[in-house]
Structure formats: structure tokens, C-alpha cells
């Protein structure tokens, strides 16, 4: 290979950079730089697609809609995941310790049951801790009563263990095939909830 033509000596950078250009073009070896470049802006590419699709949220095997709600005031329900990456969607019911109801009906099964290992029956539980129970009213709907829970002020209101906070959980599954769906509701109870300011 003749190099010549290669003037490799002269004191201005443009000049240099133009022959560092044409010795690459005329010798058929890669360009470090643009080589470079080309990795980084494809390991960008790759790794943005990958934070984006990691963050979408995963939809929760069985969705529900709210059919009816007695004392709205009392009790909200919302559907979301509290860590996108790693956690699907769920229901999180917040509720005072007033008395209320909310019936939820399944949108895409039709064969629920109540999954929770301390139910009485696939179709009935009583949560003693959160003071509500769950009773399906059809193959598809599940209704949540929340009864009234009696309380004792704390006297120390700097007392941060006191169980002003209750939470529990239902756990509502179905059968498709060979495979169980199943989808969890967290109900959370505390004195000062009210839905009227949201």
C-alpha cells in the first residue's frame, strides 16, 4: 500500500484531522472515533428502551369496576402500583372507621372466588383484623362490607404506635385453563379518612 500522498506532518489540527480522514478512507481500517460513537449511541439507545419498558406498569390479572358504594364518603377505591418496575397494579381501598359498603365487579372472569387461606369458604371471609368482610353476590361480583369500628383517642397524639392504621387484605383469584388469576385488594382503615375533600 503506497502512503505517499499521507502528508502526516503539519502543524494545523484541521490539517492532520483531514489526513487522519483520508488515511482511513484510502487503508480500509475503522475510524476509532466514530466507532466509538457508534457503540455509545446504540448502548444509549438500548438502555433507554430498557428503562422505559421496565417502568410501564403490568396490568393486574383480574380488573374490576365499582358497581355501587353505600356511604361514598367513608370509603375511596383506587387501582395502581405502588413500584412500576417490580410490582403489578393493585386495588388499595382506604376507608374510615365508619360503616360502609362498595360491590366490585369483575371485568374479565366470571368464575372469582375468595383466595384468602383463612376464608371461610370460596365464597365468604371475615377479616376480624380490619372488621369487614367479603361475600361474593354472583360469579362475578364481590361486595366488601366495612362495619362500624369502635375507638379509644389516643391521649398522647405524638404516640406513633398507636393503631390508628389498619390494614388488611382480600385476595379474589379465578380459574383460566391451567393457569389461577389473581388479583389483591389492600384495605386500609383509619379515623381521619374522608373521600368529600378528594
Known amino acids: 500500500m503506497n502512503y505517499d500522498d499521507l502528508n502526516t506532518y503539519n502543524g494545523c489540527p484541521e490539517h492532520d484531522m483531514q489526513v487522519n480522514n483520508d488515511y482511513y478512507q484510502k487503508t480500509g481500517e475503522p475510524d476509532y472515533k466514530m466507532s466509538v460513537m457508534r457503540n455509545l449511541i446504540i448502548f ?113 397524639p405524638d404516640d406513633v404506635y398507636y393503631p390508628y392504621y389498619n390494614h388488611s387484605y382480600l385476595d379474589i383469584a379465578s380459574n383460566k385453563e391451567d393457569d389461577i388469576l389473581s388479583t389483591g385488594i389492600n384495605i386500609t382503615r383509619y379515623p381521619g379518612f374522608s373521600n368529600e375533600s378528594e
Open 44 to 156: 444509549v439507545m438500548l438502555l433507554s428502551v430498557f428503562t422505559f419498558s421496565s417502568c410501564i406498569e403490568k396490568e393486574a390479572d383480574l380488573r374490576f369496576s365499582t358497581k355501587s358504594t353505600v356511604n361514598p364518603e367513608n370509603i375511596k377505591i383506587e387501582y395502581y402500583s405502588p413500584d412500576p418496575p417490580h410490582c403489578v397494579k393493585m386495588y388499595y381501598i382506604d376507608a374510615n372507621y365508619e360503616a360502609s359498603e362498595i360491590i366490585l365487579q369483575c371485568k374479565n372472569a366470571n368464575n372469582i372466588y375468595i383466595a384468602n387461606k383463612e376464608a371461610e369458604s370460596p365464597s365468604y371471609y371475615y377479616c376480624e383484623r380490619g372488621q369487614w368482610s367479603a361475600e361474593l353476590i354472583s360469579p362475578n361480583r364481590v361486595k366488601l362490607v366495612l362495619d362500624k369500628i369502635d375507638y379509644e383517642p389516643d391521649p398522647d
